[in-house]
């Protein structure tokens, strides 16, 4: 059953290097999102992306955020200069276009910022 | 701006009793409504959603959830719950129209007592 992959699971960076989540969407799915969760909070959104642009972002997704999908498979989110607070697991999702907005998840990507 | 509260963070069950796992939102346009459940150290896997006609949706591993618009609830059910259903439970809504993002409730925590 096609799934949604994230490289790496867990990443540790120091404060202000910049890091690149991974993902690789389902392959004929054509709506991307980023998503984080940090610890014991809720699930919240970053922002989605579709026909190679910024379909929406959050509040959260400020210029320290930026996402791209250099090939045909991967799509990736980048943080520029990390800081403390970014710490969160990030979940990618993909959806097939159509009128029921499944989102297909991803395992997630923790990431820990010394 | 759509928004959902799941007030219970936690609820601890006997193996093979029922459980009802409470969700509530606020919207005011029509909405999707989903049930995510994400087991220790995985992703979000959906466990069934509501689009339109029957309130009474059923999904998998036993669980039904039913739609009530004018409690604007949507609430998650099973007779009897096993070991395996050990794991957080997020309530999320979407906008009908479009690929848009979920917004997601806070989270139960569902704990099964042998």
């Known amino acids: 059953e096609p799934e949604v992959t994230q490289t790496p699971s867990h990443q540790v960076t120091q404060m202000g290097q910049e890091v690149i989540l991974r993902c690789v969407p389902i392959?004929?799915?054509?709506?991307f999102y980023w998503y984080r969760q940090i610890l014991g909070q809720k699930v919240e959104f970053l922002v989605s992306?579709?026909?190679?642009?910024?379909?929406?972002k959050s509040e959260i997704f400020d210029d320290q955020f930026s996402v791209e999908r250099p090939d045909g498979s991967n799509f990736t989110l980048k943080i520029r200069s990390t800081k403390l607070e970014d710490s969160a697991m990030y979940f990618c999702?993909?959806?097939?276009?159509?009128?029921?907005?499944?989102?297909?998840f991803g395992p997630g990507t923790r990431l820990t910022v010394l | 701006a759509q928004s959902v509260t799941q007030l219970d963070s936690q609820v601890p069950v006997f193996e093979e009793a029922p459980v009802e796992l409470r969700c509530n939102y606020s919207?005011?346009?029509?909405?999707?409504l989903f049930w995510y459940v994400q087991y220790p150290n995985q992703g979000l896997q959906l466990l069934l959603k509501?689009?339109?006609?029957?309130?009474l949706v059923k999904g998998i591993n036993g669980f039904e959830a039913e739609f009530n618009k004018s409690q604007t609830s949507f609430h998650l059910r099973k007779p009897s719950v096993h070991i395996s259903d050990t794991a957080e439970y997020f309530c999320?809504?979407?906008?009908?129209?479009?690929?848009?993002?979920?917004?997601f409730g806070t989270g139960t925590r569902l704990t099964i007592i042998p």
């Open positions: 919207s005011s346009v029509s909405v999707y």
């Open positions: 999320a809504v979407s906008v009908t129209f479009g690929n848009e993002k979920l917004t």
């Open positions: 999702a993909s959806n097939l276009q159509s009128s029921y907005n499944e989102q297909f």
């Open positions: 992306f579709y026909n190679n642009e910024i379909s929406e």
């Open positions: 392959s004929n799915h054509l709506y």
């Open positions: 509501y689009l339109s006609g029957s309130t």
